[in-house]
């Protein structure tokens, strides 16, 4: 790594960059439980409102002062647009993570074609071990304290392990977070809302890792299973400074968030949700401010 543009350390320091994919082959395949079911209901992607709903979740960023950076979308990737998963951004330098579905894996060079070798940091699963790790499972929570779910599938303990030992490295604290692959990834069932706050699917979650999540500080303001997976309502994108996007129809969630003090943006974001993502899914924070600086 040569230069490092990008920079977080933590998932709500106010939100300077983020990276998105326009969905312009995004599709709903029976990769998850969630577009399984809404697959077997019938339903499918309505592409005029997928666009729609992008744009729309685009302004919102950019009305927030977010300034949007843009993949080239590919065909052959339905998930392309879900750009939390592909990479990560660190304190350190940028990770290149490890896809574990085989429809996604080639995302991984227009993904190499962003960064440039030159601000790509570390490639995960390189190792001996090999394994997979993405980004939907890693939480920077804030600086020094790290939490990286556990499915066994989409993130493994290989993948995990080799991920939270680079933190380990740098004096960080860091724990595994393991729950079913039912859940898909830890942002389904677990986001960071505002420092030291967080939405959970409580019965998701261990006891001891709830605890654990408590025993740091962090207040946790429970989610429903219907929530977290017909509404996708864990699945939140902190802006910082006391705003959150959450999308429009996780209405109990977000007044909940504003009986916070939160300021909620919602955009309409079903189409994603009953494809398995959402706000958080389709974003990766490249720069935020740091928690440290105040």
């Given at each position: 790594m040569t230069a490092n543009r990008w920079f977080i350390d933590s998932e709500t320091g106010h939100l300077d960059d983020v990276l998105l994919c326009p969905p312009t082959y995004y599709d709903w395949i029976p990769s998850n439980d969630i577009a399984v079911l809404s697959l077997?209901?019938?339903l499918k992607p309505e592409h005029h409102a997928v666009q729609k709903q992008f744009d729309e979740m685009v302004d919102c960023l950019r009305s927030a002062g977010v300034t949007c950076h843009?993949?080239?979308?590919?065909?052959?990737?339905?998930?392309?647009?879900?750009?939390?998963?592909?990479?990560?951004?660190?304190?350190?330098?940028?990770?290149?993570?490890?896809?574990?579905?085989h429809e996604r894996k080639d995302e991984k060079a227009q993904i190499e074609a962003f960064y440039g070798a030159g601000e790509i940091w570390k490639t995960a699963g390189k190792?001996?071990?090999?394994?997979?790790?993405?980004?939907?499972?890693?939480?920077?929570?804030?600086p020094g304290l790290l939490a990286v779910g556990v499915t066994g599938t989409r993130t493994d303990t290989a993948g995990a392990r080799e991920f939270t030992g680079w933190f380990d490295e740098a004096g960080w604290q860091t724990r595994m977070i393991r729950f079913s692959d039912h859940f898909l990834h830890l942002d389904v069932v677990f986001t960071m809302v505002a420092e030291n706050l967080a939405l959970v699917a409580p019965d998701a979650l261990a006891d001891a890792d709830l605890d654990w999540f408590r025993d740091q500080g962090i207040r946790l303001l429970p989610v429903t299973y219907k929530e977290a997976m017909?509404?996708?309502?864990?699945?939140?994108?902190?802006?910082?400074?006391?705003?959150?996007?959450?999308?429009?129809?996780?209405?109990?969630?977000?007044?909940?968030?504003?009986?916070?003090?939160?300021?909620?943006?919602?955009?309409?974001?079903?189409?994603?949700?009953?494809?398995?993502?959402?706000i958080h899914c389709m974003t990766m924070p490249l720069r935020r401010r740091s928690l440290l600086r105040g």
């Open positions: 077997e209901n019938g843009f993949l080239t979308p590919q065909p052959g990737l339905p998930y392309q647009v879900y750009t939390r998963d592909s990479s990560q951004t660190t304190p350190f330098g940028t990770v290149v993570t490890s896809l574990f579905r190792g001996t071990a090999g394994g997979h790790v993405e980004g939907g499972d890693i939480h920077v929570i804030r017909r509404d996708m309502a864990c699945n939140v994108l902190a802006l910082g400074d006391g705003r959150v996007v959450s999308p429009r129809h996780s209405t109990r969630v977000n007044a909940m968030l504003r009986a916070e003090g939160l300021t909620v943006l919602d955009p309409e974001l079903d189409q994603f949700s009953q494809g398995g993502g959402s």
